[in-house]
Nanobody, 124 residues
Framework: QVQLVESGGGLVQAGGSLKLSCAAS????????MGWFRQAPGKEREFVAA????????DYADSVKGRFTISRDNVKNMVYLQMNSLKPEDTAVYYC?????????????????WGQGTQVTVSS
C-alpha cells in the first residue's frame, strides 16, 4: 500500500517555473514506478512523465519534453517534477501516481495508487 501527497502547485506567469513534489509512504518506494499526470477542465487525464525503478528509465509526453524533468529520491521517498518554460496550456491539476512494476509507462489505468492532485495555473 502506498499513499501519495502532492505539493508545490500554484499560480505562475507564462515562461516561469514550478517544482512539484510527491511524498510517498511505504517501505518499498524504490520498487515503484512513479508517474505524473494532469487533467485540465473538460479534458481527460493525460500522461506527463514517468520514472521507473532505474533513474535512467524515464519517459515524457511530447508536449513537455525538454521543459519538464522528473526525478526521484529513494532515500526520502520523494518524486519531483521540475517544470520550466511553463505555458498557459500546462494549466491543470497534476497528479502523482505509482505502480509496482519497474518500467515507466504512459497508461494511467496501469497505475495502482494516486494522490489527490495539486493545481497548477499558468497565466498568459
Amino acid at each position: 500500500q502506498v499513499q501519495l501527497v502532492e505539493s508545490g502547485g500554484g499560480l505562475v506567469q507564462a515562461g516561469g517555473s514550478l517544482k512539484l513534489s510527491c511524498a510517498a509512504s511505504g517501505r518499498t518506494f524504490s520498487r515503484y514506478t512513479m508517474g505524473w499526470f494532469r487533467q485540465a477542465p473538460g479534458k481527460e487525464r493525460e500522461f506527463v512523465a514517468a520514472i521507473g525503478w532505474s533513474i535512467t528509465s524515464t519517459d515524457y509526453a511530447d508536449s513537455v519534453k525538454g521543459r519538464f524533468t522528473i526525478s526521484r529520491d529513494n532515500v526520502k521517498n520523494m518524486v519531483y517534477l521540475q517544470m520550466n518554460s511553463l505555458k498557459p496550456e500546462d494549466t491543470a491539476v497534476y497528479y502523482c501516481a505509482a505502480r509496482g512494476d519497474p518500467y515507466a509507462i504512459r497508461d494511467p489505468s496501469r497505475y495502482e495508487y494516486w494522490g489527490q492532485g495539486t493545481q497548477v495555473t499558468v497565466s498568459s
